[in-house]
Nanobody, 121 residues
């Protein structure tokens, strides 16, 4: 199977920056899209950003222009550079990938355990 481990969360003042990273490991044959979601306390999980295998990027309107998603296909990693952070960006950030474990298998979505981002005003 595929394991995802996020890192880079922490406490930052509003206006500051953080860089999140996510490393995928395990029986990986191929990874398609890699994405980030977040969940604030008492709220539903929400979409943040996606990067395709070819490098196309997509963002939620709320983070467009402030966040940048990138990936390293040789290392099976995805990162999220977060600038100009706002208190409303706080929450647990989850990495998710669409991956195959063999050339015969279908793509499945895998999720990490999340990393906490706290933004103080």
């Amino acid at each position: 199977q595929v394991q995802l481990v996020e890192s880079g969360g922490g406490l930052v003042q509003a206006g500051g920056s953080l860089r999140l990273s996510c490393a995928a490991s395990g029986s990986i044959f191929s990874i398609n899209n890699m994405s980030w979601y977040r969940q604030a306390p008492g709220k539903q999980r929400e979409y943040v950003a996606t990067i395709s295998r070819g490098g196309s990027t997509y963002y939620a309107e709320s983070v467009e222009g402030r966040f940048t998603i990138s990936r390293d296909n040789t290392k099976n990693t995805v990162s999220l550079q977060m600038n100009s952070l706002k208190p409303e960006d706080a929450g647990v950030y989850y990495c998710t990938v669409s991956a195959q474990v063999s050339y015969l298998s279908t793509f499945r979505n895998y999720w990490g355990q999340g990393t906490q981002v706290t933004v103080s005003s």
